[in-house]
Nanobody, 120 residues
């Protein structure tokens, strides 16, 4: 059974940094696409970053150059390093997993979310 548990959210001022963590179990990184999504109040859920089983990563345009997705296979943990945070990054952040390559996967597994609030 797949389990995803996020941590690391919080409140920061604009320009600050946070690192989100997602402890995973039941996933074999060679079989899964892992991702971070976010959803702000009144807005649709947005895919922020993905990492494929071959290690390739993709980012939504608004976070390119500021966010970095990575995984530690030994610790079974997915990370999202966020720098130069902006108020528009304020959202609930979720990690997700899906079988296969990111471009075609349906994300069947989700964490409970961790809140990130960026003040100006």
């Amino acid at each position: 059974q797949v389990s995803l548990v996020e941590s690391g959210g919080g409140s920061v001022q604009a320009g600050g940094s946070l690192r989100l963590s997602c402890a995973t179990s039941g996933t074999t990184y060679s079989d899964y696409c892992l991702a971070w999504f976010r959803q702000a109040p009144g807005k649709e859920r947005e895919k922020v970053a993905t990492v494929d089983s071959d290690g390739s990563t993709k980012y939504t345009d608004s976070v390119k150059g500021r966010f970095t997705i990575s995984q530690d296979n030994a610790k079974n943990t997915l990370y999202l390093q966020m720098t130069v945070l902006k108020p528009e990054d304020t959202a609930m952040y979720y990690c997700a997993a899906g079988l296969g390559y990111c471009v075609v996967t349906k994300f069947a597994y989700w964490g409970q979310g961790t809140q990130v609030t960026v003040s100006s």
